[in-house]
């Protein structure tokens, strides 16, 4: 495959279909930048875009953030998902107001010694808010690669080597907006299970199309199987139901107002105090329980 060739597809394409999301504005700080980068971990666009304008209202800086209370926190961040990133978050942003003045470092190896931030967000950042040449590898940068380039359709396990695969395919110019292309492109077009293979701009170049369209081996179906998280039944989300008892609640709340979110008594005992491990929820003296203040 010609790079020149896949430079100049993806970047068209990109500059015509991106999305207007909210933190693609210009004028988006570095700290509105990685905001939107851990928000969208494992969680649709659609439902990350309204509460990140939510708290760049609030919260529009790191140090504004900072001075926010734990409960207070955790109720803004609502379904956003594993509650424990809104904590890592807010560490984060203390850590930056305590030891960079406030300012969003701008090194990935400043922002990897950041509270809860790793490859995938530290590399996004220097990319997108700073604008620095460096390989962003999310599952949709992983799933057009392994398609175009290696003309395999499953993307199998992630490994550090991928930094290298994409860092091959970087343009030496708009590496940033390269970047945000291919991402995008596995977003809309080149989907996980049923890709739009007729308005993908690397159609004619695609490595799979090639091929002939070869169907993954029952070896990678299973791999990919395994890989795949359910969520319905689990302690996850057993764990989310209390949560939203204790975010909806003014004043602690009793042991029987959380016993009849879940029929399983062992799971809800289970979920409930691995809550209180993971310092998202708290116990007083009374026995009832809240948000950690």
């Known amino acids: 495959m010609s790079h020149n060739a896949l430079h100049k597809s993806i970047l068209q394409w990109f500059r015509i279909n991106a999305r207007d999301l909210a933190w693609r504005d210009p004028d988006t700080s570095a700290w509105g930048i990685l905001l939107s980068e851990v928000m969208s971990q494992q969680t649709p666009v659609a439902r990350v875009e309204p509460i990140w304008l939510e708290w760049m209202e609030k919260w529009p800086t790191p140090e504004a953030f900072a001075a926010a209370s734990t409960d207070e926190v955790l109720r803004a961040w609502g379904k956003l998902g594993y509650p424990r990133r809104a904590l890592r978050l807010l560490e984060c942003a203390r850590e930056i107001v305590d030891k960079h003045g406030g300012r969003v470092p701008d090194t990935v ?146 042991k029987a107002a959380i016993d009849v979110v879940w029929p399983d008594e062992a799971q809800r005992s289970r979920a409930l105090f691995s809550l209180l491990s993971d310092g998202l929820a708290e116990q007083d003296a009374n026995g009832n329980f809240h948000l950690p203040r």
């Open 109 to 254: 190896e400043e922002l990897l010694a950041l509270p809860g931030i790793g490859d995938y967000t530290a590399r996004a950042v220097a990319a997108f808010a700073f604008q620095q040449n460096v390989p962003v590898v999310d599952t949709n940068v992983r799933r057009v690669y392994k398609r175009a380039v290696e003309g395999r359709f499953l993307q199998g396990t992630a490994s550090k080597k991928e930094l290298i695969d994409v860092t091959s395919i970087l343009p030496a110019e708009n590496g940033p907006e390269f970047s945000a292309g291919i991402m995008e492109l596995g977003a809309l077009v080149c989907t996980a299970a049923a890709p739009k293979c007729q308005e993908c701009p690397l159609l004619d170049i695609c490595e799979w199309q090639r091929l002939g369209c070869p169907a993954p081996s029952d070896e990678e179906l299973a791999s990919a199987k395994k890989r795949v998280q359910k969520f319905a039944g689990t302690d996850r989300q057993v764990r989310g139901l209390i949560m939203d008892v204790l975010r909806g609640a003014d004043a602690p709340v009793s």
